[in-house]
């Protein structure tokens, strides 16, 4: 079975910084990519970053220059999201998400508040 067990949410000041992990467990499938996405209120979910097997990363442009998503090099199963310079609209909850190539799961989700 596999699960996604998501922390570092929480509540944070405008400029401050967050750290979330996501370790994945029960994979029994080639993972072609590890990320997060987010979403807030009254809005779709949507992909903050994401990182390949191979390395790649792709960020949403919104939050280009502030994060940065690193895997466990070593097992790939373990996923970081380094947020900084964080602000108000980067409130919402967010969930780790493993793919492979036909299937991917998602973690519960972490509540990010930036908030003054």
């Known amino acids: 079975q596999v699960q996604l067990v998501e922390s570092g949410g929480g509540l944070v000041q405008p400029g401050g910084s967050l750290r979330l992990s996501c370790a994945a467990s029960?994979?029994?499938?080639?993972?072609?990519?590890m990320g997060w996405y987010r979403q807030a209120p009254g809005k779709e979910r949507e992909l903050v970053a994401a990182?390949?097997?191979?390395?790649?990363?792709?960020y949403a442009d919104s939050v280009k220059g502030r994060f940065t998503i690193s895997g466990d090099n070593a097992k790939n199963t373990t996923v970081y999201l380094q947020m900084n310079s964080l602000k108000l609209e980067d409130t919402a909850v967010y969930y780790c998400?493993?793919?492979?190539?036909?299937?991917?799961?998602w973690g519960q989700g972490t509540q990010v508040t930036v908030s003054s």
């Open positions: 998400n493993v793919r492979g190539a036909i299937s991917q799961y």
């Open positions: 029960g994979i029994r499938f080639r993972i072609y990519a």
């Open positions: 990182i390949t097997s191979g390395g790649s990363r792709n």
